[in-house]
């Protein structure tokens, strides 16, 4: 800015506050206490805008701002840990919340506009014209038992071996645990006696480290379970048959537009899918 700006800019500033802000005097300009205040304040709103233009261009960007995503079990596990990890190594000011629910209440929350998307499956209930949908991939089930359970050494079975056995199932309705009935229906059995319900992955866990039940999981809480640094002491039955649950999606509010932040979030999921290819097996 030139001299002449700056004097009638600030002429222009003393004549709005009727007050000097400077004085002139032979060694130059020495602000008033009037000028003090001013200056001190002035500052704080330069650096206030400059951080106003910093925060809005990385909002405006992807590169901040917040997401809410949500997810049933397997895919949060294996999609969106990994997508939010590489996400949060490039943008660590994304705000990103993870709802982990079984469907029907996942859709529920992107009805009400709470959720950016998820990753789960759209009830019959709902209309699926009022959402975006994508294809994302099926989920293999595998048998989680006990390390020492007395099925684990055994060759690769048919669930029908394992019907007299303890289960601990999801509730009523549940993909798993509709997939695991279809299972025992297609050897002409009823789902088993001994049956605890539960969602609970921790009351799960702790009820198969007591007893020779049985528990149904996707491969990934599997993964997480038995690989390291993890390496609990659980096994995973062999089958002489995948059992796999109909395919998850991603599911969008067709009315409501999401941020750039949660647009990379989803890109990156999509990018896991697409290497993973659309088959767990």
């Not at 020779?212 to 995973?236: R, T, Y």
């Amino acid at each position: 800015m030139s001299q002449p700006a700056a004097s009638r800019i600030l002429a222009e500033l003393e004549k709005t506050l009727e007050t000097p802000l400077f004085l002139r005097t032979p060694k130059g300009m020495e602000p008033t206490a009037a000028g003090e205040l001013v200056a001190r304040h002035a500052a704080r709103l330069s650096h206030d805008l400059y951080l106003l233009s910093s925060e809005f261009e990385a909002l405006r960007g992807g590169q901040a701002g917040a997401v809410r995503v949500g997810a049933v079990t397997g895919p949060a596990l294996g999609q969106l840990v990994p997508a939010i990890q590489r996400i949060k190594e490039e943008t660590p000011n994304i705000d990103i919340s993870v709802e982990v629910a079984p469907s029907v209440i996942l859709s529920r929350r992107l009805e009400a506009g709470d959720l950016d998307f998820a990753l789960c499956r759209l009830p019959a209930t709902v209309d699926s014209r009022d959402y975006i949908v994508e294809p994302a991939r099926d989920e293999i089930v595998r048998l989680l038992v006990r390390t020492g359970h007395p099925m684990l050494s055994k060759d690769p079975m048919p669930i029908s071996a394992l019907h007299h056995l303890p289960w601990v199932l999801q509730e009523r309705g549940a993909p798993i645990r509709s997939a695991i009935e279809t299972a025992f229906a297609d050897e002409s059995l009823s789902t088993p006696d001994d049956v605890i319900t539960t969602s609970s992955l921790l009351l799960i866990i702790a009820l198969l480290s007591r007893s020779d039940a049985i528990a149904p999981i996707s491969q990934e809480v599997v993964n997480l379970l038995l690989d390291a640094p993890v390496s609990a002491s659980f096994g995973m039955l062999r089958l002489n048959r995948p059992i796999t649950v109909e395919p998850y999606m991603i599911v969008r509010n067709r009315d409501r537009r999401i941020t750039q932040a949660a647009e990379r979030l989803l890109e990156a999921v999509r990018q896991n899918i697409r290497q993973l290819g659309p088959h767990a097996f």
